[in-house]
């Protein structure tokens, strides 16, 4: 079974946000998303600066076995990438809630985060 975190917040196709009190954001993928995809190759990340809508994509994982778009949980400005996932993308497969977060945003409608999944409204997903 796997992880899922009670603090934090998630879409239906896999990925994970956790608000900060600042009105950032941390964005990843889910433990069940990394497993399903394998031992991950590549993460292809958007830069800072570039804006994304709700539900747009901002990058891709890449694994031996697939390669998998990322979609935005929110609306919001990147503020900073994870430069570590270009040297280790597999830190993704070790730690996908902690050192393997992708990208941090600076929301611009922290009302959208109501229209995502709770813990148990995830784990009824998988």
Same mark, same amino acid.
């Given at each position: 079974?796997?992880?899922?975190?009670?603090?934090?917040?998630? %879409? *239906?196709?896999?990925?994970?946000?956790?608000?900060?009190?600042?009105?950032?954001?941390?964005?990843?993928? %889910?433990?069940?998303?990394?497993?399903?995809?394998?031992?991950? %190759?590549?993460?292809?990340?958007?830069?800072?600066?570039?804006?994304?809508?709700?539900?747009?994509?901002?990058?891709?994982?890449?694994?031996?076995?697939?390669?998998?778009?990322?979609?935005?949980?929110?609306?919001? *400005?990147?503020? *900073?990438?994870?430069?570590?996932?270009?040297?280790?993308? *597999?830190?993704?497969?070790?730690?996908?809630?902690?050192?393997?977060?992708?990208?941090?945003?600076?929301?611009?409608?922290?009302?959208?985060?109501?229209?995502?999944?709770?813990?148990?409204?995830?784990?009824?997903?998988?």
């Amino acid at each position: 079974m796997s992880e899922i975190p009670g603090e934090l917040k998630y %879409t *239906e196709d896999h990925e994970w946000i956790l608000l900060k009190d600042d009105g950032t954001a941390l964005i990843g993928i %889910t433990d069940h998303a990394q497993e399903s995809l394998g031992d991950i %190759t590549f993460v292809d990340l958007p830069q800072v600066g570039d804006s994304f809508a709700q539900g747009e994509t901002f990058g891709a994982v890449e694994s031996v076995k697939a390669a998998s778009d990322l979609y935005m949980p929110v609306s919001g *400005e990147v503020v *900073e990438t994870n430069a570590d996932l270009d040297g280790t993308p *597999e830190s993704v497969n070790n730690d996908p809630y902690g050192a393997a977060w992708m990208i941090k945003v600076k929301v611009s409608d922290p009302a959208e985060l109501d229209k995502l999944l709770d813990a148990a409204a995830y784990a009824d997903v998988l």
